[in-house]
C-alpha cells in the first residue's frame, strides 16, 4: 500500500439517529460521500473533496463514525435532484443525511 494512498471509506448504514448540530456547516441535507472510524482518514477524504471542488466537512455521528459531507442543502428536493449524478460520477454510495 502507497503513503499516499487513501484508505477507502467504511460503508455505514444510514441511521436515524439525531446528530450534533455542533458539526455541521449551514444547510439541513448533507449529501454523505464517506464514513470513518477513524477521523484523521475522514479529514484527509474531506481534503481530497475539497481539491476536487466540493465544500466538504466532517461530521462525527453519535456511533462513533465520522462521515464526510460533500455538499449541503437548505432543500431536500435539490439534494435528491443531484444525488445520481453525484453517485455516477464522484462517490457511487452517496446518500443524503437529514439533519434533525
Known amino acids: 500500500i502507497k503513503e499516499s ?3 477507502e471509506p467504511v460503508i455505514e448504514e444510514p441511521v ?5 448540530t455542533e458539526n455541521y456547516g ?4 448533507f449529501m ?3 464514513s470513518f472510524q ?3 482518514l475522514a479529514e484527509k477524504y474531506a481534503d481530497k473533496m475539497q481539491q476536487m471542488g466540493y465544500m466538504s466537512q466532517v461530521i462525527a455521528a ?8 460533500a455538499k449541503s442543502y437548505n432543500d431536500f428536493k435539490t439534494g435528491v435532484s443531484e444525488i445520481e449524478t453525484f453517485r455516477a460520477t464522484v462517490a457511487s454510495r452517496a446518500w443524503l443525511h437529514v439533519k434533525n
Open 5 to 7: 494512498a487513501i484508505e
Open 16 to 20: 436515524v439517529q439525531p446528530m450534533p
Open 26 to 29: 449551514s444547510g439541513k441535507y
Open 32 to 34: 454523505i460521500v464517506g
Open 38 to 40: 477513524n477521523e484523521n
Open 62 to 69: 453519535n456511533n462513533g463514525f465520522y462521515r464526510v459531507s
